[in-house]
């Protein structure tokens, strides 16, 4: 479909419905003042070389250029209508899929659409200090370009609430601008997204295991019945993948910068680097927050989006049934923790079994991680994740004293070895320590290792991100 010139560029042929078009229009001024308000924080007016989404067909959507933040085109992009589509899975399997919000879903399909974007403006106000000690160009670059697809995917599901759940959608799109992350009195609706994200470390660790979670909540609503969720989020997953490039090949890089220094003989605090343990505790904190955000091992609201043919598993193509009608093996704490076996109904246990593509996932970027100690000569060392019991604060192992090996530990026992465990005030306030802004062509903090190559074919000393021009 062509591009429409309309202020807001989009493929959903906007001009065609004059009310939609207001009403859209009249939420993108109060938009731009959030970002302004609570975005990027010191670099509205800076000319950053961003990728902005202009159509979705291949290579035609990721169009470099240096941009002002808030003049970036934000838009709206559905992956195109097919014919004749069928639902793939639940009760519903093999019905053609919905164009509009079925009355019955109506509530369950508003729920997951606002909780799925109220995470997108929470991002960008945890991270908006970040730019001011950036490790390099390239790294400031790639951290705005994380934030204005936070923006867009915002946009996206905006669309969705106005264009299909009338005035209720109008109201719930206002008070997703109203929200705050971190606020006393409308904090943002899931608790990972009200932490402040205060170094860079964490940035990485966000976009590595916080963003991961969402390109896995959008992966099973890219299979949904309704058309329009599922063909938003496949176009969402398209931008989410340089995310958590970036917080892959961030944490990589510390790690290497660290291992370089180890292999070296030398310790890496004597050379303003972090040390291995406070990055394994980065891990341990940031993996196990992420994982409660799937949800409750065992949970009926999972069985019932599935049943009705509202959130599907992950490539549910590649499994062979779809009704989800067998059972699952799932460890429970039993009497005082004890684990006992229990064979689940699949439908309850659809939030474990994305948990369990989320850690495979995890997995080989550890994987990958423990490769590049590896290549720096250093042997003996590694890093891991912690066990999926350890640390949880949402399911069946909430607050239960188990140890980053998955062994159940006493209340006491437990306690006295948290501070090896997650990173402590005086680990936070270390790698606080490190943050000073790098901003000469191609240099890089001393704490990160380089990339192995530029942006979009251009070279590491490029200039990403410049001065507003006199
Ligand atoms: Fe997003
Ligand atoms: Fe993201």
Not at 133 to 161: C, I, K
Not at 355 to 375: M, P, T
């Amino acid at each position: 479909m062509a591009l429409d010139q309309s202020s807001i560029p989009n493929n959903v042929d906007l001009s065609s419905d004059r009310r939609l078009q207001r009403a859209l229009e009249q939420w993108q001024p109060n938009f731009l003042d959030w970002w302004k308000d609570v975005g990027p924080e010191g670099f509205q007016s800076h000319e950053v070389w961003l990728r902005t989404a202009i159509s979705v067909e291949a290579g035609g959507w990721a169009h470099f250029d240096y941009v002002r933040m808030p003049d970036y085109r934000w838009g709206i992009f559905l992956e195109p209508q097919q014919a004749d589509k069928k639902i793939g899975f639940g009760d519903v399997q093999g019905a053609p899929v919905w164009d509009e919000v079925p009355g019955e879903h109506r509530n369950a399909l508003r729920r997951i659409i606002v909780t799925q974007a109220d995470t997108e403006p929470a991002s960008v106000e945890q991270q908006r200090l970040l730019g001011k000690t950036a490790p390099s160009l390239y790294d400031l670059r790639n951290l705005f370009q994380v934030n204005v697809e936070e923006g867009r995917h915002l946009w996206a599901m905006v669309y969705l609430l106005h264009r299909y759940f009338g005035r209720d959608g109008r109201e719930e799109a206002e008070e997703l601008l109203q929200r705050r992350s971190g606020s006393s009195d409308k904090p943002r609706i899931l608790n990972a997204f009200n932490e402040p994200i205060a170094d860079w470390l964490s940035f990485f660790m966000f976009a590595m295991f916080t963003d991961r979670d969402g390109k896995y909540q959008l992966a099973a609503l890219a299979e949904s019945g309704f058309d329009p969720l599922a063909r938003t989020t496949r176009f969402m997953l398209t931008e989410e993948a340089h995310h958590l490039f970036v917080g892959e090949t961030g944490v990589d890089r510390v790690i290497q910068r660290t291992a370089q220094i180890m292999a070296a003989g030398k310790e890496p605090r004597a050379e303003g680097a972090v040390p291995l343990e406070i990055i394994q505790k980065y891990i341990n904190l940031w993996f196990t927050l992420s994982l409660d955000l799937f949800g409750g091992e065992i949970s009926s609201n999972a069985a019932d989006f599935f049943a009705a043919g509202l959130k599907g598993r992950f490539r549910e193509d590649g499994y062979e049934e779809h009704k989800g009608l067998g059972t699952y093996k799932m460890q429970t704490p039993g009497e005082a923790g004890k684990l006992v076996e229990e064979d689940v109904p699949l439908r309850n246990a659809m939030n474990e079994v994305l948990r369990d593509e989320y850690v495979k996932d995890c997995q080989r970027a550890c994987d990958r991680w423990n490769k590049s100690i590896g290549k720096t000569g250093l042997t003996g060392v590694s890093v891991k994740l912690p066990h999926r019991r350890f640390h949880r604060g949402v399911g069946p192992f909430a607050g239960l004293p188990y140890s980053p090996d998955g062994a159940l530990l006493s209340q006491s026992e437990h306690a006295a070895h948290i501070a090896h465990w997650l990173p402590s005030e005086e680990d936070f306030a270390y790698v606080r320590s490190l943050m000073h802004p790098v901003t000469a062509r191609g240099q890089m903090a001393n704490w990160i290792a380089p990339p192995s190559k530029g942006i979009d074919g251009l070279p590491l000393d490029y200039e990403y991100v410049k001065p507003p021009a006199a």
